[in-house]
């Protein structure tokens, strides 16, 4: 994890955790895709409606969250760009 600076065995953990909670979803990238670029397929996370609505009420108890999570060129923290 680049962005995070989390080693693999923390943050699947936790992504996985999220899903079980009904805060993300999850889906794995057409392995033919993978395949053509000659790498592992890549599974994508979503927020799920209840994961927006949490995203929303933790960023409002805690605004720093908004500088480090904001869209690059938005202020973001540099590290995550």
Do not use: C
């Not at 923390?10 to 392995?31: D, M, Q």
């Not at 690059?72 to 923290?77: L, S």
């Amino acid at each position: 994890m680049d962005a995070t600076g989390l080693p693999d065995g923390t943050v699947y953990p936790i992504l996985r955790r999220l899903e079980r909670r009904g805060v993300l979803t999850a889906a794995w990238e057409n392995e033919a895709k993978a395949h053509r670029e000659q790498r592992p397929a890549r599974r994508y996370y979503r927020l799920t409606a209840k994961g927006q609505t949490t995203a929303s009420e933790a960023l409002a108890r805690f605004p720093a969250l908004g500088r480090i999570f904001a869209a690059p060129g938005d202020g973001a923290d540099p590290r995550l760009a």
